[in-house]
């Protein structure tokens, strides 16, 4: 069963900010860490998403799919997701060493997401344009 990226969003905004009144049975860093968790799993789908309906090729690969946003999506659209993917993969991974990453910091990241499903959503379909532009 595939969730949809919004799904992915809704349930680390819930689990980032939980309604009042409920019991919180896990600490603001493991809370921060599984929406981080979320989020980059809605991030990753929003791209698969996106590349499915430009060329299907381009999910098999991670990193490709990634470099080659600039030329599609936009220098803007790629770099957002270039950063906020690096800064999720950096709050995912836990370390001994480190402090797990705050409910702001996931927050603002949060936000961002929800802004680039919402450009890559709106990000248009080449695939369909290269057609028409065909002789």
Request: proline letters at 4%; aromatic letters at 4%; hydrophobic letters at 45%.
């Given at each position: 069963m595939t969730v949809s990226p919004?799904?992915?969003?809704?349930?680390?905004g819930r689990l980032l900010r939980p309604p009042a009144g409920s019991v919180h049975t896990l600490a603001p860093g493991l809370r921060a860490r599984a929406s981080a968790i979320l989020l980059r799993m809605?991030?990753?789908?929003?791209?698969?998403?996106?590349?499915?309906?430009?060329?299907?090729?381009?999910?098999?690969?991670?990193?490709?799919?990634?470099?080659?946003l600039e030329w599609y999506a936009g220098s803007d659209t790629a770099r957002r997701c270039r950063t906020t993917w690096a800064a999720l993969s950096a709050a995912c991974h836990y370390r001994t060493y480190e402090l797990p990453p705050t409910p702001a910091e996931v927050g603002a990241r949060l936000l961002e997401v929800t802004a680039?499903?919402?450009?890559?959503?709106?990000?248009?379909?080449?695939?369909?344009?290269?057609?028409?532009?065909?002789?």
């Open positions: 919004e799904a992915l969003v809704t349930a680390a809605a991030l990753d789908q929003a791209l698969d998403d996106y590349w499915r309906r430009i060329t299907r090729s381009m999910t098999r690969i991670g990193k490709h799919r990634m470099l080659c680039l499903l919402a450009a890559l959503r709106a990000a248009p379909d080449t695939t369909s344009a290269a057609r028409s532009a065909k002789p």
